[in-house]
């Protein structure tokens, strides 16, 4: 993801024993240095121990031109032995969501309904159908003309069934007239299916407008599917989307810890759950 001036970012890192690798905390509370563009900036990192061997550290952006380059170095002792390391590392940003909508060729003032049908038809999606397209007047009149056919059938039949062995036969004309109502209906409930399939995760339903950067060998990967989920399995999809032509894709998610996917054809992603911490 790219860094934006006034960003919080909360990145998460461990210590261990020197010798034998488990985790244990510093001999005191590790410290944090933002550098930018290779040169400390002096804002404050905040250091927290989450548990034993486990730290996060937060530091606000400070004002970030395009193509910046910001990382944070953390120095901890453990067990007598100083260590000193980069943990993070991302590219200022400046671009706002009216620039996203120019490079992607958006119309000014696009609605959320546009949008999302821009990125149905950019994946090849075409929508069924509407409900509105279906209820025309002479469907309605078909409607009608099958309901009093179906009418004229049924008004006769007795009230109770009848006996077995008896001659009542539903003749091929009352299986037409009952096929002729289904039929529309079916078209109407696969259509909402459809369209609820495509659309129920797709940015999120969070607070948080929450940018992913999408990096294969340490270049954007464009036109990627990525998801994230709220578990390490990867059951529980909560957002969708596709990276653009800088490897960007934008979720709405509120604060927490996420799990990020993703694959495209032909390229090899690995370290795939990415787990990424919203705030």
């Known amino acids: 993801m790219s860094a934006k001036t006034g960003q919080v970012v909360t990145p998460l890192f461990t210590t261990a024993n020197p010798v034998i690798g488990s985790a244990v905390d510093a001999d005191s509370l590790p410290t944090g240095t933002l550098y930018l563009n290779g040169t400390a900036n002096g804002a404050t990192v905040t250091v927290t121990n989450l548990a034993t061997g486990l730290y996060k550290a937060a530091v606000t952006m400070p004002t970030l031109a395009a193509g910046d380059c910001v990382s944070l170095s953390i120095a901890a002792t453990v067990n007598g032995v100083t260590g000193k390391g980069i943990i993070w590392a991302d590219v200022g940003e400046t671009a706002t969501a009216s620039d996203v909508y120019d490079r992607l060729g958006a119309p000014?003032?696009?609605?959320v309904v546009a949008d999302i049908a821009t990125r149905l038809a950019t994946a090849g999606y075409t929508?069924?159908?509407s409900i509105a397209a279906l209820a025309t007047s002479a469907n309605l009149a078909t409607?009608?003309?099958v309901v009093d056919g179906i009418a004229a059938k049924t008004v006769n039949l007795p009230a109770s069934p009848a006996a077995v062995g008896s001659a009542m036969i539903l003749t091929s004309a009352y299986d037409k007239a009952k096929d002729d109502v289904l039929t529309p209906l079916a078209i109407v409930g696969d259509t909402a299916d459809a369209v609820l399939l495509k659309t129920n995760t797709i940015g999120g339903a969070g607070a948080i407008a929450w940018p992913y950067t999408l990096t294969v060998n340490g270049m954007p990967c464009a036109d990627a599917?990525?998801?994230v989920t709220t578990d390490e399995a990867g059951n529980n999809v909560v957002a969708s989307g596709r990276t653009d032509a800088f490897g960007v894709v934008t979720?709405?998610?509120?604060?927490?810890t996420y799990f990020v996917w993703a694959r495209k054809a032909?390229?090899?992603i690995t370290d795939m759950p990415d787990t990424e911490v919203v705030a």
Request: hydrophobic share 45%.
């Open 127 to 129: 929508a069924p159908p």
């Open 143 to 145: 409607v009608d003309t």
């Open 108 to 111: 000014a003032q696009v609605t």
């Open 251 to 256: 979720f709405y998610l509120d604060a927490g």
């Open 225 to 227: 599917e990525v998801w």
């Open 266 to 268: 032909g390229v090899n």
